[in-house]
Nanobody, 126 residues
């Protein structure tokens, strides 16, 4: 079965950290740029971070720059989103998606996505 699976969400206090994982099964992530999205209750989905096929470029939303990093581990067929200095406004369901566009410089959205994960919930609260 071809799928993306997110994990690593949970409840964390403001200022804390979480690492989200996006793992592919049935296919290799090496041919896809990977984007992390989030959607908070009552809000539209927004692109958070993107990493290119080679891992040579990454892009982050202004709201998370300096706090979130994204990297890929080909051996584990996984892309990680490291989230530091979390704020209550980071609370959302986080999703990863794979697109065949090779580069995400300056972009956090694309016309087509080949795979989506089911999401993992992040709650930042004291």
């Amino acid at each position: 079965q071809l799928q993306l699976v997110e994990s690593g969400g949970g409840l964390v206090q403001p200022g804390g950290s979480l690492r989200l994982s996006c793992t592919a099964s049935g296919f290799s992530l090496d041919y896809f740029s990977i984007i992390w999205f989030r959607q908070a209750p009552g809000k539209e989905r927004e692109g958070v971070s993107c990493i290119s096929v080679t891992g040579g470029s990454a892009n982050h939303a202004d709201s998370v720059k300096g706090r979130f990093t994204i990297r890929r581990d080909s051996a584990k067929n996984t892309v990680y989103l490291q989230m530091n200095s979390l704020k209550p406004e980071d609370t959302a369901d986080y999703y990863c998606a794979a697109t065949r566009y090779s580069d995400c410089s300056g972009r956090l959205s694309f016309d087509n996505y080949d795979y989506w994960g089911q999401g993992t919930r992040v709650t930042v609260s004291s």
